[in-house]
């Protein structure tokens, strides 16, 4: 039983790992019990188990293992950390688990296994459980298969991979144990429900018997696809829907298990074959053999190679050109059939790879259809259907283009179904209006073809077309079919079953009703820009119902009116005659129609009216448009002679056009009319009106097409002049979408070759309107013409360079629009623009003849010399030819070779060969990107630069014209990343990182990328993971943060949690999505944007390469045209980028013109981008009070990772960013973390011109910023260096005007990083940081800022070294020797190394610095440094000898300039004398030789008085302040101080604007100097200061600064001086006694002593403590006042220090001394001991509190220090200090206390909270004997009815109370404040029975709490903070055993030796202290009356006073010293009196 009690008292988790399985079993018990209880899911409770669930498992003992595992289950379904213990759980389940006898085990085991799978963590799970298949025990085995399939049969095939379960299956089967076999055929089984047929390839290897017994299984199985059952954590909401589902009778979607059944290709479960090594050696020479059976035996031995289902990528180039050739030439129709096969094999095997030998093998079997053979054409057809699935339609579209008008009819009828066969594959996406289009046309073709076979393929295809986009999409291009064609093709379409199981129309025509429909409010809105009676019209159309199926489209349409009309009227046929009379007499009144033809002009007029007036209130749907406009061409018609009817008719024309449903045959009967009259003087204004109007119903492309035409069919020059103009016109009005430039650029042409000047004008100011849109390429069309004329073209698109297209007003209201708007989309989405489409319409060579097997042969050939011939030749065929066809024979493949070339030369000219072909094909390269373009991306992983350079130039010049999707299709891009070559995969994924963010959609191909991506994070090439990070965002972009963030699920742990913050980094900055184009205003808003981004264009392309997103601010940013600009700074190149626009999208987020729009997200108004503007007008800074100490606090307690790297880690970045974020304005946080450096350029100089503005807020957020500094330090970009320099500097200055002194922790975080700058290789930088380390000085001690370039000097660049020995020397001259920091001997021999450095500057920098040292303190120096090589040692002092001959005229040299420069004069006198301005170098030249000839030689030249000069230098004095009054002698003699001079003639405080902090600085610095006297004059001139009430207030803002000076100082001696023999003593005690004095001086004045801080007053009291209980101060002589003075300050310090800060301190001490062990444990105790004293005044200072700190640091400290962890301290004190905090603060603010835990996280989970509400609650319910010691209120009207056993009782608690060590204090308080209360109440029987000095001991307490009651001086004893020693001793333990005689005789010793007894020292002196300090006597009598050391101090004082006042009467030399003890002071006094003398007479000249 003894054991067991001893376990049973641990906690849980020490009981979990207990070696006995009792205790084990008992703490997992109740582990169970606590994970079932705790609620929060994040609770940091948890955190304990972590590593222990592992243990949980591996249980050794059965029985504790299946609590263990139950407590293990729980935590994974409770805990939110579960999952990182995923991976060690599973393998201990699988190892330890599986493998137990008892089935409850294994069940929870599984349990387990399901459970983080549910957490999301299926992958781990699996891998594991794979790894245990390997097991060799069978067991393990069967229960690992068992796991696996109860996983997937809960969670299904979506989540559990099948490929790696499939992979392992067979051979399950092949296991010699039953059991397993049959676990393995239950897999199979439930593996076959989720993916059917796709199971049988792989198993098709098993034994037959089991797939026999398999098949029998699968037959029973049900036809209906299984379910998920179970759900993952993020699938909370299927599984709403699944229980939905099951309530209403499962009824299920159909959709959804048609998805889940085709979820799993069985193509993905198998593994690759390598057939190319197995492959007959002698094949190639076979397949060229003469006889046929030998090339059979060839293609049969391919032939079973390709029938694997899987094939491994490889190069099949050779054996794919060999089965070609079989293909196309054998005469042997069998083979042509075998090759056939092979090849469809192959496309099968490889599928996406063998997409780059596509293009070489289609058009070899096109041709090759025309063989008859129904065997042939079959497998032609298998092998060009299996080709198809590899590639694309948009790459065989050419080649499937160039059969269509073959005259073989087999050939075009096998291409149409061939088409037929791939549209059922495609899907509206995949099949855009820019392939169909083209095909489509073919096909119409070909329906009117003379041989039947070919027209029902073609109608079969039209129809699959018709049936995969809908009816409306095709219609447009059936325009000229017939209705019997056409309803052949719906014939057709309603037979067609598509891949994807559709049937009938539905599939496509409702989908893009619907989606027409969807888009339809937005269009209506877009014509409100036209002139009026367009929109009324478009309207009113709009909104009445559709009229039957012709109709159709127009009630799905909406907006677009007239697409409708268009679908009905491209086949309306032309009307006769006197159908049109017919039509006309209906709807327009007989006269007029008896009019139309009158001869007389007037009847001719009326008539038009009356046509007018009824035009004008006809509707719609009765309007006979053709009719009309036929009537109107009756005769006169078009040939009419009066202008008056002629414009009348015109105007009739455009109102027709406007209000009816026109159609292009109407438009046909009117255009030659217009067209004629257009260049007519009145008339031509109305047809250019008319024009406009027919524009906008049939389309401005259709239009001008055919006005330009007709107007060339004329020979009139005005007309075609003016036809030009007006199309110019129109272009600007409508925008370019879908103009068929082809269409009428020969009649610009011609238009240009005129004779009439106006028309030539006219044609050039067209080609000018026409630039704006297409940009450079329209150029290529007029190469050939005259220099003149070009030159003229030339000038005329230099005026339009540079300017943006205007935003279109008109609308097209036709289909043609949308569609050609569409197609744009599609060419937009692919990257290439609207540039493809010119390049589409340039004539074109066909150069494959050209490129012979010869010339193939020659770029092949073995010799370099040869191989370059070829390449030249190759390189004129192309040149030549200007612009090629897509076909060019062989050359791809003979190019591909020379790029791998041994010969770089050649390499790089086939580079160029390419970038040439690139512009030479134009959009035709898209086939040879898979064959050219991935070896181009090969060649990036070059070592030579000029290589990767040009390499990258090509590949840009194919991506320009192929687009990116070619390039991010397949597996190619991921298989070039696989490479590790460093080079190769920098220049690649810097590409994508520029590509991608411009793309709005992307091929699934590009997650192929994220494993090699993600590999490149972590490659060991910082360059390789550099761009890495960068291309993270752009892939974010489009793959999305989920899908990423679960593809690093297969990444090792460690390298997970690396990549998974990169990709949190890169969410934050990932960049918007490109916005489609407006689908509006007739497409002109799309067009512009994507005219430029294909554009050639020198200026355009540069203005895009500056700002690469600017296109999308332009295709969609036009929402903002209308509004004006935004009031930012950056608003107007964004403004004028809008200007542009009309469209009515969104701005679009992105480094958009200037980069305003970087806040609002891509897809809101606009609007918001302005309000985002208008916000940056608020504050950039969010001032957060305590905000800064927070932060300090947390670093220290390492909550977060401390600011110290070599190079700055992603979590170091995230952290800043986290903390910025409370402090930042949001957009200026995302500019300063933006990618790109010009936005932090731009945040920079917000933050410049906000830097006084927003001082304090800067200020408070100094630390964040300078950490943010810190990282565009190790950037390379010299523009943001630079700036960030300049902003320091700027910040540098404010801070130094403010008086702000920066702290440890900013330092810290900033001046390391700053010294690595200080050896930039730009002088540029350097000098800047250097000024920057200048102004640093200012705000930030020198002596502290030392080590710091110590540290720089051990850099291994050599320039820092350099710069930070200059900068070292530049502080010992400005500061002295002690800014050399720990101390000067160590500092320099450190420095001594660098004069043997290998670098000159180094070693002259190093020597400079020694001999700054050598200046200050002469030949001292050579002690300094140390030994030095012999070498070393003569350069030094050659470099000394050289600088001492220099000296006359170093002073004039330095004085002002160094001044100027650093802001310290070389000698520091001058900071005190006067400005340096005013210092004469001749003057000063003498002072330096006096200083050098002093009479002084003990007091450090620094202080030294230059009085001669003074006395001759009759200006400079006259600026001297009088300050020979201050009384300084109480000071200086008593304390043995070498007399300082200097003070006597310091400059007046108030005088001194601009050097006061920088003096105060310097004197501080001073106070923690190595050298004893140094320090003591510091102290000195300090304690003036603060003694001068009026003055002290300059120490304001110091206060910190000093006290750490001080405590550097308590321990320098406590560390060095102390230990060391040679320092007297006596001196130390000085030291001592200077301190105490100054530091009690400071904590009188309340204003002061509140200033300092929470950290430093911790170090303060550590070192007070420290120093109380060090015993080698009292053995010191003297040394026992020096600790009862301690003791007196540290009272001091607790009263008048802030109060939450001294509370903050002592509690964080008292943590600090009880978590270190090395300590002592008195340390702790007094510590304690303070904490009583403050929770004492707690009810005095309770209002001034900041009660949510303190409670944060007790909150902090329980975290520490749990009550657990506490209770098991050697003592309960610290425990019952806490809690009578906590009581106290409860008992003071009652429930109020709860509201004060605002700064605590998680506060729930606080221990602390807990404590305080029990508290709370009970502090109502105190018992009466707790009521009558502490709480008056419960007390009142007590005191009669008390009983005397209740008194009797509560005095005997009292008296046990003071009778222990621990509550003295606290039962002293309770006695007197019984006493108060009950003045007659009888102690005397309570102390009869005690010793004498414990009576007095109560007696002398109760004195002391009254005096300090009563405001009197308090008392300083033992009682109060006890001291080390015999003076401790009464609050010891012995207290009672003690005898007073013992205390008496230590007293005697004591004061015997202090000299108190028989001797002449006395306290006397305490009746002449100066009034400055009247408190000291007061508060340092004491009973008994022992003397401190400041009580000697004062009396030293007042003697001195005495002898100085008689010197001043007598004018007498030192006759002898005040005390016998004081004979040292002798030298120094003796000089006293001349001194004074010179001052004297010095101050009487001035009068």
Same mark, same amino acid.
């Given at each position: ?28 018990? &109740? ?146 144990? %039953? ?29 037959? $018997? ?53 979820? !799993? ?60 050739? !079989? $293909? @196309? ?6 083979? !042509? ?64 283009? *160039? ?104 599939? @496509? ?50 907006? %677009? ?7 009905? &009227? ?79 008719? /015109? ?23 217009? $067209? ?92 000018? !309107? ?170 990036? @992983? ?30 190619? /891009? ?46 060991? +090439? ?147 981008? /302005? ?32 600011? +110290? ?8 970045? &995230? ?15 995302? &500019? ?10 731009? #945040? ?112 291994? +660049? ?7 020995? =200059? ?5 010992? =001259? ?44 002469? =030949? ?149 100097? *190595? ?195 506490? %209770? ?9 200090? /806490? ?11 009652? #429930? ?23 508290? $709370? ?127 008496? =005789? ?102």
């Amino acid at each position: 039983m003894g054991d067991d009690s001893e376990w049973m008292k641990l906690p849980i988790d020490q009981k979990c790992e207990h070696k006995v399985w009792k205790a084990r079993l008992n703490g997992y018990e &109740e582990a169970l019990k606590l994970f079932q209880k705790l609620e929060d899911e994040k609770s940091p409770e948890w955190g304990k188990y972590l590593g222990l669930i592992k243990k949980f498992v591996t249980e050794s003992n059965a029985v504790a293992q299946l609590k263990g595992l139950e407590a293990a289950l729980a935590f994974i379904e409770n805990a939110h950390v579960a999952g990182k213990t995923t991976g060690e759980v599973v393998s201990g389940v699988v190892t330890k688990v599986f493998n137990q006898p008892k089935a409850r085990a294994k069940e929870l085991g599984m349990d387990i296994c399901l459970m983080y799978i549910e957490i999301e963590k299926a992958e781990v799970v699996q891998d594991e459980l794979l790894k245990g298949l390997d097991n060799k025990n069978p067991k393990i085995v069967v229960a690992c298969i068992e796991t696996l399939r109860k996983a997937l049969s809960e969670f299904g095939s979506k989540i559990v991979t099948l490929k790696p379960v499939v992979k392992i299956l067979p051979k399950q089967f092949e296991s010699r144990e %039953k059991a397993v076999r049959d676990e393995a055929k239950l897999l199979a089984v439930e593996i076959y429900k989720w993916i059917r047929d796709a199971l049988r390839p792989p198993l098709q290897n098993i034994n037959s $018997v089991q797939l026999k017994e398999l098949e029998e299984e699968w037959v029973k199985l049900p036809s209906s696809p299984p379910k998920q059952t179970r759900f993952l954590r993020s699938q909370q909401d299927l599984k709403a829907k699944f229980e939905q589902q099951q309530a209403q009778g499962d009824q299920s979607d159909g959709d959804e298990e048609e998805e889940t059944a085709a979820a !799993v290709d069985p193509y993905d479960l198998l593994e690759p074959v390598e057939i190319l090594s197995k492959m007959p050696k002698d094949f190639d020479e076979k397949i060229e053999a003469k006889k046929w059976q030998e090339r059979k035996e060839a293609l049969e031995a391919i032939e079973a190679l390709t029938k694997n289902l899987k094939l491994e990528n490889g190069d099949y180039g050779d054996l794919v050109r060999s089965l070609k050739k !079989v $293909v @196309g030439k054998d005469a042997n129709v069998m083979l !042509v059939s075998l090759a056939a096969k092979c090849l469809a094999g192959l496309a099968s095997g490889l599928r996406k790879k063998f997409g780059t030998y596509a293009g070489q093998v289609v058009p070899t079997i096109l041709e090759k259809f025309k063989e008859k053979k129904p065997q042939v054409v079959q497998a032609l057809q298998e092998a060009i259907d299996a080709i198809f699935l590899t590639t694309t339609l948009q790459n065989l579209s050419e080649d499937i283009l *160039g059969v269509m008008d073959n005259k073989n009819p087999s050939i075009k009828q096998q291409a149409s179904l061939f088409l037929a066969r791939s549209f059922r594959h495609c899907t509206q996406a995949t099949l855009p209006k820019s392939i169909l289009k083209p095909l489509c046309a073919a096909l119409v073709k070909q329906v009117n073809d003379s041989a039947p076979e070919v027209r029902d393929a073609a109608f079969e295809a039209l129809g699959t077309a018709m049936k995969v986009v809908g009816e409306k999409a095709v219609n447009p291009f059936f325009a000229d079919l017939d209705k019997l064609k056409l309803d052949k093709i719906k014939e057709c379409s309603d037979k067609v079953e598509l891949s994807g199981g559709k049937k009938g129309a539905a599939g @496509g025509g409702a989908a893009v009703d619907k989606k027409s429909a969807a888009r339809a409010p937005p269009a209506a809105e877009a014509p409100s820009k036209s002139s009026a009676p367009p929109k009324k019209t478009q309207t009113a159309a709009a909104s009445k119902p559709s009229a039957g199926p012709p109709k159709k489209g127009k009630a799905a349409a909406g907006g %677009k009116t007239k697409k409708t009309s268009d679908s009905k &009227e491209l086949s309306e046929t032309e009307l006769s005659a006197e159908v049109c009379e017919e039509l006309a007499a209906g709807v327009l009144p007989a006269s007029c129609l008896q009019q139309l033809d009158s001869a007389n002009w007037k009847e001719r007029l009326a008539s038009m009216e009356e046509f007018q007036r009824a035009v004008e209130t006809m509707d719609k749907a009765v309007m006979p448009c053709q009719a009309l406009v036929r009537m109107l061409a009756k005769k006169p018609g078009w040939k009419e002679t009066n202008f008056q009817v002629m414009q009348m008719k /015109l105007h009739i024309v455009a109102l027709v056009a406007q209000r009816g449903q026109f159609s292009k045959m109407s438009a046909s009967v009117v255009l030659d009319g217009l $067209v004629d009259k257009i260049g007519d003087v009145k008339c031509g204004g109305n047809a250019k009106t008319a024009l406009m109007a027919i524009g906008e119903v049939c389309s401005l492309p259709w239009t001008a097409e055919q006005v330009v035409s007709l107007a060339f069919a004329q020979k009139n020059p005005k007309n075609q002049a003016e036809s030009l103009n007006w199309l110019a016109n129109a272009m600007k009005e409508f925008g370019f979408a879908g103009i068929n430039v082809k269409g009428f650029i020969n009649n610009v042409k011609t238009a240009l070759g005129a004779t009439n000047p106006a028309v030539r004008t006219a044609a050039i100011t067209l080609l000018g !309107v026409m630039y704006l849109y297409m940009g450079q390429p329209l150029r290529m069309f007029f190469e050939d013409e005259k220099p003149a004329l070009l030159a003229q073209i030339d000038a005329e698109f230099e005026k339009m360079q540079g300017q943006s297209p205007p935003a279109p007003i008109r609308s097209t209201k036709k289909a043609a629009a949308e569609e050609q708007g569409e197609e744009a989309t599609e060419q937009d989405e692919d990257g290439g623009g609207a540039g493809q489409d010119i390049m589409d319409l340039l004539p074109r060579t066909d150069i494959s003849d050209k490129i012979t097997s010869d010339l193939v042969s020659k770029i092949g050939d073995k010799n370099w010399k040869i191989r370059k011939e070829g390449l030249d030749e190759a390189a004129a065929i192309i040149s030549e030819a200007k612009f090629v066809t897509a076909s060019i024979g062989d050359l791809p493949l003979a190019l591909k070779e020379r790029l791998c070339d041994s010969n770089k030369i050649l390499v790089q000219q086939t580079l160029s060969i390419l970038q040439q072909l690139a512009t030479a094909m134009g959009p035709g390269l898209k086939q040879h990107v898979k064959a050219l373009g991935f070896p181009v991306i090969t060649v990036l @992983g070059d070592s030579k630069s000029n290589l990767r350079t040009a390499a990258m130039a090509t590949l840009q010049a194919w991506v320009e014209q192929t687009g990116m999707r070619d390039w991010l299709e397949g597996e190619d /891009l991921s298989e070039e990343l696989k490479r590790e070559n460093p080079f190769l995969r920098q220049e690649v994924l810097g590409w994508l990182a520029e590509k991608l963010p411009s793309l709005r959609t992307v091929p699934g191909d590009l997650m192929l990328c994220l494993p090699q991506l993600f590999a490149c994070l972590e490659d060991r +090439n910082a360059d390789v993971r550099k761009k890495a990070q960068d291309a993270l965002p752009s892939f974010m972009m489009h793959l999305g943060y989920d899908k990423m963030n679960k593809a690093t699920g297969k990444l090792k742990p460690a390298s997970k949690d690396q990549v998974v913050a990169m990709l949190e980094k890169a969410r934050a900055v990932m960049p918007a999505k490109p916005a489609a184009p407006a689908k509006t205003g007739g497409k002109g808003s799309a067009e512009p944007s994507r005219a430029p981004s294909a554009s050639r264009s020198a200026a355009v392309s540069d203005h895009l390469d500056s700002k690469p997103e600017a296109k999308k601010v332009r295709g969609g940013g036009g929402a903002a045209a209308k509004k004006p600009p935004s009031p930012s700074d950056e608003a107007p190149p964004l403004s004028k980028e809008k200007e542009c626009n009309g469209s009515k999208k969104p701005p679009v987020k992105g480094k958009a013109a200037a980069g305003s729009q970087q806040g609002p997200a891509g897809k809101k108004p606009a609007a918001k981008g /302005l309000k985002d503007d208008e916000d940056k007008s608020g504050p950039i800074f969010i001032l957060i009070p305590s905000a800064k100490e927070q932060r300090i606090k947390e670093e220290k307690q390492l909550k977060i990772l401390k600011w +110290n790297f070599i190079t700055p880690r992603d979590e170091y970045v &995230e952290q800043l960013k986290a903390q910025m974020a409370t402090c930042f304005a949001k957009w200026l946080l995302d &500019e300063l973390f933006h990618f790109d450096f010009q936005r932090h350029v731009k #945040a920079i100089g917000v933050m410049i011109e906000r830097l006084n503005s927003e001082s304090d807020a800067t200020i408070g957020c100094l630390d964040l910023i300078l950490k943010w500094v810190t990282l565009r330090f190790f950037e390379t970009n010299t523009t943001i260096l630079m700036k960030v320099l300049e902003y320091l500097k700027l910040l540098f200055t404010m801070l130094n005007t403010e008086g702000y002194h920066l702290t440890e922790y900013e330092a810290n975080s900033f001046v390391p990083y700053l010294i690595l700058k200080v050896g930039e290789s730009k002088d540029v930088v350097r000098k800047d940081v250097r000024a920057i380390l200048a102004m640093l000085c200012k705000v930030y001690p020198a002596s502290k800022l030392f080590p710091f370039l110590m540290d720089g000097t051990k850099s291994k +660049n050599s320039k820092q070294r350099a710069e930070c020995l =200059e900068e070292l020397g530049c502080l010992i =001259e400005g500061y002295g020797m002690n800014v050399c920091q720990p101390t000067p001997a160590k500092c320099l021999k450190e420095i001594a190394v660098h004069i043997g450095d290998r670098d000159t500057s180094v070693r002259n920098a190093a020597l400079n610095t020694v001999v700054a040292v050598y200046n200050v303190c002469g =030949e001292q120096v050579y002690k300094l440094i140390g030994n030095l090589s012999e070498k070393d040692m003569s350069m030094l002092e050659e470099r000394i000898k050289r600088s001492a001959k220099k000296t006359p005229a170093a002073p004039a040299k330095q004085s002002a300039p160094e001044k100027t420069q650093r802001e310290h004069p070389t000698n520091p006198n001058a900071t005190f004398l006067r400005k340096p301005v005013q210092e004469d170098p001749a003057k000063l030249n003498q002072s330096r030789q006096n200083a050098q000839h002093s009479d002084h030689p003990s007091i450090p030249k620094e202080f030294q008085l230059d009085l001669d000069m003074i006395e001759q230098d009759q200006n400079s004095v006259c600026e001297l302040p009088d300050l020979v009054q201050h009384k300084l002698d109480e000071l200086l003699e008593p304390l043995m101080i070498p007399e300082p001079k200097i003070r006597s003639v310091s400059p007046h405080f108030d005088d001194l604007h601009s050097s006061t902090a920088s003096t105060i600085n310097f004197v501080i610095s001073q106070v923690a100097s *190595g050298d004893i006297g140094t320090s003591i004059q510091a102290l000195a001139q300090i304690d003036e200061v603060l003694r001068q009430e009026d003055k002290a207030d300059v120490m304001s803002g110091h206060i910190d600064q000093l006290l750490i000076a001080t405590i550097m100082q308590l321990r320098l001696i406590n560390s060095t001086h102390l230990a060391d023999d040679r320092v007297d003593k006596k001196d130390l005690i000085k030291l001592y006694s200077c301190i105490m004095g100054n530091m009690l001086s400071l904590f009188s004045m309340e204003t002061l002593a509140k200033e300092a801080s929470m950290g430093v007053l911790k170090d303060l009291m550590h070192s007070l403590i420290t120093l109380m209980l060090d015993s080698r101060v009292e053995d010191v002589e003297d040394g026992t006042q020096v600790i009862r003075s301690v003791n007196l300050l540290v009272i001091r310090v607790l009263e008048h220090s802030d109060q939450t800060n001294m509370f903050s301190a002592l509690l964080v001490l008292l943590q600090d001394t009880l978590v270190s062990t090395a300590g002592s444990p008195k340390v702790s105790e007094l510590v304690m001991k303070c904490l009583w004293r403050m929770i004492r005044f707690l009810p005095e200072n309770i209002n001034s509190l900041n009660l949510d700190r303190i409670l944060l640091d007790v909150h902090n400290f329980m975290k520490v220090f749990p009550k657990e962890k506490l %209770k098991q301290l050697k003592t309960d004190v610290p425990h019952r200090t /806490l809690k009578t905090l906590c009581h106290t603060l409860c008992k003071l603010t009652g #429930a109020k206390i709860l509201d004060h835990l605002s700064m605590i996280e998680n506060r729930n989970e606080s221990e602390l909270e807990a404590y305080l509400r029990r508290a $709370v609650k009970h502090s109502g319910n105190l018992s009466g004997m707790k009521n009558d010691r502490g709480n008056e209120k419960a007390t009142h009207g007590m005191d009669d009815r008390m009983s005397k056993a209740k008194v009797s009782d509560i005095l005997s608690e009292i008296f046990k109370k003071i009778g222990s060590k621990e509550n003295t204090k606290e039962g002293l308080t309770e006695l007197y404040e019984y006493k108060q209360k009950y003045s007659d109440a009888d102690l005397e029987p309570f102390l009869k029975n005690t010793s004498q000095f414990f009576q007095s001991y109560v007696e002398r307490g109760l004195r002391v709490i009254e005096s300090e009651r009563e405001g009197k001086p308090r008392i300083p004893s033992t009682t109060v903070i006890p001291q080390h020693g015999i003076d401790s001793s009464i609050s010891s333990s012995n207290n009672e055993e003690l005898k007073p005689a013992v205390y008496y =005789e230590r007293l005697k010793i004591l004061r015997q030796r202090q000299g108190l007894e028989n001797t002449s020292r006395g306290l006397g002196g305490s009746e002449d202290e100066p009034p400055q300090r009247p408190a000291i006597s007061s508060l340092l009598s004491s009973k008994p009356p022992v003397a401190s050391s400041t009580d000697m101090l004062h009396s030293k004082l007042s003697q001195l006073k005495e002898s100085r006042e008689l010197y001043q009467q007598e004018h007498n030399t030192y006759s002898s010293s005040p005390s016998r003890s004081h004979t040292r002071s002798a030298s120094p006094a003796a000089n006293l009196d001349d001194l004074k003398k010179r001052l004297e007479r010095i101050k009487s000249k001035r009068q």
